[in-house]
């Protein structure tokens, strides 16, 4: 069965050092999405991004964030410089179309000391 | 913005007994209410969707309800299983408070053998 997958898995970072999370969505899939969730808090959303293009970013996408689709397969969540309250796990997500099925990797939990 | 709750926050039940996890919203434009599961320290695994135009879905020993009018939802599992305990989510897609889904905090399931 076709899956999302995610790497690295964890990642244990030094504040103010650069991070980048990388995603492979499902092959079919349009639409792609970087949520993260802090312990024992909610899922938030962080920013969709369909046509090679953000489509929709929440408050917590500043501007340390971004997101590329560098080829036709990896989607990637750069930090550009991290902090403590980065510390989290994040989750890339992919459906086939806007308000489909939302389908989510196993996660990257990131570590910020 | 929507506000996604769900009760209870814990559930602890004996092997066999049927149950219900709920969750409600707080705008009843949605497109879409998501059901997931999730294990500790892994991702989400999707359960059931239902579109706004449907009252309910069924997959194996799970059936989703939805309530539009009344900002509601109901997960129900049958003749509940040991391999069932797992923190369950919702989350609801409403395109007039952005294009994204909004979890709901939760309902951790424990059954007992």
């Known amino acids: 069965e076709p899956e999302v997958t995610q790497t690295p898995s964890h990642q244990v970072t030094q504040m103010g050092q650069e991070v980048i999370l990388r995603c492979v969505p499902i092959s079919n899939h349009l639409y792609f999405y970087w949520y993260r969730q802090i312990l024992g808090q909610k899922v938030e959303f962080l920013v969709s991004f369909y046509n090679n293009e953000i489509s929709e970013k929440s408050e917590i996408f500043d501007d340390q964030f971004s997101v590329e689709r560098p080829d036709g397969s990896n989607f990637t969540l750069k930090i550009r410089s991290t902090k403590l309250e980065d510390s989290a796990m994040y989750f890339c997500?992919?459906?086939?179309?806007?308000?489909?099925?939302?389908?989510f990797g196993e996660g990257s939990r990131l570590t910020v000391l | 913005k929507q506000e996604v709750t769900q009760i209870p926050a814990a559930l602890s039940v004996p092997e066999g007994e049927n149950l219900v996890l709920n969750c409600s919203f707080t705008?009843?434009?949605?497109?879409?209410l998501q059901w997931f599961r999730q294990d500790p320290g892994k991702g989400l695994t999707s359960l059931l969707l239902i579109q706004s135009s449907q009252r309910e879905q069924t997959s194996g020993r799970l059936n989703a309800s939805l309530d539009k009018s009344s900002g509601r939802s109901t997960l129900y599992i049958a003749a509940s299983q040991p391999g069932d305990s797992a923190t369950y989510l919702c989350a609801v897609w409403s395109r007039d408070t952005g294009n994204q889904f909004y979890f709901g905090t939760g309902t951790s399931l424990t059954v007992i053998p």
């Open positions: 705008d009843s434009a949605i497109y879409n």
């Open positions: 997500a992919s459906s086939v179309r806007e308000s489909g099925e939302l389908f």
